[in-house]
């Protein structure tokens, strides 16, 4: 899992010099400071979860049964800062390979065990301006181009320092240097942490209630492996023309500081949605293109929710991919379901990767407890193997 000592030791740096600097006018502040932390708030997360994965391979049908403990803790504001800290605990038992519990005949769920401190920052906000240093958790638009992965249980987090200000209610910045991400996977299995200068920055204008547009740029210069280094700019647009949602985002890629690639990738997607009776439907088309031999890619997204839940395009295939999607979404009593299927096609050489359905099932017990059903199915063509994959999930909140 996450090699903390060394990732965090930077983080410990910039709280205890803040923390030393409060500590020193104790005398006048310390019933505030004290207060602060008797203040603070403390929250239980518990996610239960069993997959299943059956693929059409040599491997071993896997079939893991995982728990995620999460205990946050923040405190309350003191003059403007808090800390906060989050550590998480995986569990499990079944048969599956985690990529590093040395079950390699059998299917991949990417779950390892392990105890990680997913969150550990100093935040400050005063008017418009916030700021967060540490380890912290980076959500941008839909995740596409940067997200937490959260669907796995080990989540992807952010070591760097992350500023947004709020200029008015209608535009705001949003940028971050990152020195280090957290993957999934951890450190054990061999696959260590992305160290590097990680760049990203956002400009979201929200034109009125019903439009919204958001300009980005990531620069991503790995240390270890130079070849994956990436310099991204687009724009991502959200409206609303009556009853009908639009979704449209265009950007471009090339190589850049050390990479020994020549590239440079085009992605978009335009995606609609309206609402008819009590049905959502929902339709669209995403395009990751190739260039050179090179795909665009997201390595910092949350792509399983991008491309089917099975997972099979988590790297983009070097002529890249095209997914044409519909799907629907109603509640059949106090059921909310959903349907989507997927066709999937390189961007160059027309190449038929095959086809993918995905059904969910999510029931809200109460406000503390939700249960999830969802179920992926694979059909190959020129593209890995049939997969089939089944998850039913509960999750509490303390």
Not at 104 to 116: C, I, K, Q
Not at 348 to 374: C, R
Request: glycine fraction near 8%; charge should be negative; charged fraction near 20%.
């Amino acid at each position: 899992m996450k090699k903390v000592i060394f990732s965090v030791s930077k983080i410990v740096l910039a709280l205890s010099s803040v923390l030393g600097m409060s500590q020193m006018a104790m005398a006048n502040q310390s019933p505030s400071l004290t207060d602060a932390v008797a203040d603070g708030t403390v929250k239980i997360n518990m996610r239960a979860r069993y997959e299943a994965v059956d693929e059409d391979n040599a491997k071993k049908d896997a079939n893991a049964g995982t728990l995620r403990t999460r205990l946050t803790y923040k405190t309350a504001d003191f003059k403007g800062f808090n800390v906060l800290a989050e550590v998480d605990n995986v569990t499990a038992i079944g048969q599956y390979n985690s990529t590093d519990n040395g079950n390699a005949d059998y299917s991949v769920v990417a779950d390892p065990e392990g105890t990680d401190v997913n969150q550990f920052a100093l935040g400050y906000k005063n008017g418009g301006l916030k700021a967060t240093a540490g380890r912290q958790r980076i959500l941008h638009q839909g995740q596409r181009f940067v997200g937490g992965v959260g669907w796995r249980q080990n989540e992807q987090t952010y070591d760097g320092l992350r500023v947004e200000y709020a200029l008015s209610s209608a535009l705001n910045f949003d940028y971050a240097y990152i020195h280090n991400i957290n993957k999934i996977f951890g450190n054990s299995d061999g696959k260590p942490d992305a160290h590097g200068a990680f760049q990203l920055a956002n400009v979201n204008f929200k034109i009125n209630k019903s439009h919204k547009i958001t300009g980005f740029a990531y620069d991503l210069d790995y240390d270890a492996s130079a070849d994956s280094s990436t310099q991204t700019l687009g724009f991502d647009y959200n409206g609303k023309f009556g009853p009908v949602n639009v979704h449209a985002s265009y950007a471009t890629q090339s190589d850049t500081a050390d990479s020994t690639k020549d590239f440079n990738a085009d992605y978009y997607a335009v995606d609609a949605s309206i609402k008819v009776s009590s049905f959502k439907i929902k339709a669209g088309v995403e395009v990751l293109g190739s260039d050179n031999g090179v795909a665009f890619s997201t390595p910092l997204a949350t792509l399983h929710k991008y491309q089917g839940f099975a997972d099979k395009f988590l790297g983009s295939p070097s002529t890249g991919i095209q997914d044409v999607f519909a799907g629907v979404a109603t509640k059949i009593g106090p059921v909310a379901v959903s349907a989507t299927y997927h066709d999937f096609t390189s961007d160059v050489d027309s190449i038929d990767y095959g086809s993918e359905l995905d059904l969910t099932a999510k029931y809200k017990f109460n406000k503390k407890v939700t249960g999830l059903v969802k179920y992926a199915d694979y059909s190959a063509d020129a593209h890995s193997v049939d997969t089939s994959k089944l998850w039913v999930m509960l999750n509490v909140n303390f």
